[in-house]
């Protein structure tokens, strides 16, 4: 094996590495948390990962009577703010007690209307209905203008406090209202969903899936749950805002609270391996991460990919535009070098995929 240091050298054109990110093992995951998922893929693969982390989920009591025990004991674990105060990824809140209901509100992402079933004595939420990775503070204003509305990119004229908001859709697949989170935060809202259609995929044998709200996004099987539009909208905001240092912490936080983890925040490239580019290749865990890196080698027109990798394996890589449409895909040359030439000035996402495990970049291309 080849080992490469981290080296970057001045450029001749004016091209910036901007961030770097890592798919890593953490210490927090649990020794073989995922080891029945390995060596599958696609609907076997999300039934294995179903299983992990539906076993030993602990219930949590989800009442409209508790909700200062949520933002005491709870959200003040999972959702601290390192300025001191709730973390809201819905407005510019930076409230550092709970107030009241008027004002702050313990939000599902996923709409809870999406799964619940009525019953004599009213609605019945199931156990899905205090999952805390599906739950965080809120704006109360804001996640009223969210009411049961899918994910999606609109222009906010129905709802818009310059954080987030609601209007017609403007991604291809649906034209109804959506909700759209600002771009920070835009993986988090995706990979949230993908935990959700993952641990309660049994919810399609009782029908559960089955709110008028998610006609866009769900569907009542098992495999994919997603529709063809959830599918292209989760997948391309899940590549262009890669897992933060914010998502990391919260997932351990959540499992000491209820006993298990978001495997899409842990390996990302789960996703790929479920419904996107991978679907056809078996998913394995690495122990050991390759370093990682981009080089720009004078010219300005070529990038080199530093990461170390066995004689003769194959490395694949892809090219985002920023809003997560692929514009290129091929196997990384032995030389582990990519042209840029045929890309105009602007932002782009990265992805290279070495031993099962996905490396992002975020770059910056820009001409004289």
């Known amino acids: 094996m080849k080992n490469i ?99 702050q509100n313990r939000e599902h992402a996923m709409p809870r209307s999406w799964w619940s079933i009525s019953t004599v004595t009213g609605l019945d939420y199931g156990f899905a209905n205090g999952d805390l ?86 569907q009542n099987n098992r495999f994919p749950t997603l529709t063809p539009y959830a599918v292209n909208l989760l997948l391309a905001w899940h590549r262009a805002d890669p897992v933060s240092q914010k998502e990391r912490e919260r997932n351990d936080a959540v499992q000491r609270i209820q006993n298990n983890r978001n495997p899409f925040i842990d390996h990302p490239e789960l996703a790929e391996h479920i419904w996107g580019n991978l679907m056809r290749e078996p998913w394995f865990r690495n122990a050991t991460i390759a370093e990682f890196g981009v080089e720009y080698l004078p010219g300005g027109d070529m990038i080199e990919i530093l990461i170390s990798r066995h004689s003769g394996e194959q490395i694949r890589y892809e090219i985002y535009s920023i809003t997560g449409l692929r514009l290129h895909s091929d196997e990384l040359p032995e030389n582990n070098k990519i042209a840029l030439s045929n890309l105009n000035s602007g932002m782009y996402i990265l992805v290279v995929y070495a031993r099962n495990q996905r490396h992002t970049a975020r770059i910056l291309v820009g001409k004289k």
């Open 5 to 103: 240091k981290y080296h970057f050298t001045q450029k001749l054109f004016p091209l910036f590495l901007f961030l770097a990110s890592f798919t890593a093992t953490w210490a927090q995951i649990p020794v073989g948390y995922y080891d029945d998922a390995e060596g599958k893929s696609e609907r076997q693969l999300k039934t294995a990962l179903h299983n992990i982390i539906r076993t030993g989920h602990i219930e949590l009591d989800f009442s409209p009577t508790n909700a200062r025990f949520w933002w005491d004991n709870y959200f003040r674990n999972t959702d601290w703010h390192p300025a001191g105060h709730f973390w809201c990824m819905y407005s510019t809140d930076t409230h550092a007690t709970y107030i009241s209901g008027t004002i």
């Open 133 to 218: 990775h599906n739950l965080f503070p809120a704006n109360q204003a804001a996640n009223a203008a969210k009411s049961n509305f899918p994910l999606g990119t609109n222009n906010g004229e129905i709802f818009n406090n310059g954080v987030s908001r609601v209007g017609r859709s403007t991604f291809s697949g649906y034209n109804g209202a959506v909700f759209e989170p600002p771009d920070q935060y835009k993986g988090d809202f995706a990979r949230t969903y993908m935990y959700m259609v993952t641990r309660y995929e049994y919810y399609a044998d009782t029908n559960r899936w089955r709110s008028i709200g998610i006609t866009s996004m769900l």
